[in-house]
């Protein structure tokens, strides 16, 4: 059995009739089976800046790009953020039609300002502890 979840961004009048129906058509069933619904309201995150996206790329991915050898190896901008989305971005569970739950790595397009920054901090530190790039 799944658990329910649904979020909704109230942009606008369609968005807040989603969520009024969907409240209606499972909030009893939901009392019901002694599980109900939790209601929270926040204000949502924005999702990552360009000017952070710029940062990432422009420095810290290409000065790590330019500058790190591993095993006597060079690797491009592209292998480099694979490598980072891999190790310290968000991964999330999956299942397939077939039944088999997968972990994907979600694109850094998905990550909210917070969670971007904190992840090209994370980079940053690598890059300068564990491989010895300077930034400029």
Known sequence: MSTLYREFILRGPSAWQALVAFVRTNAKASIDRERPLRVIVTEAEAKRRLEQNRYY?????????????????????DAWHEYFAREFGLCEDITLPSGEVVTRRRSTTEMTVSQFAEYTEKVHAYGAMELGVEFV
């Open 57 to 77: 790329w422009g420095v810290v991915i290409t000065s790590i790009a330019d500058q790190a050898w591993v095993n006597g190896q060079r690797f491009s901008k």
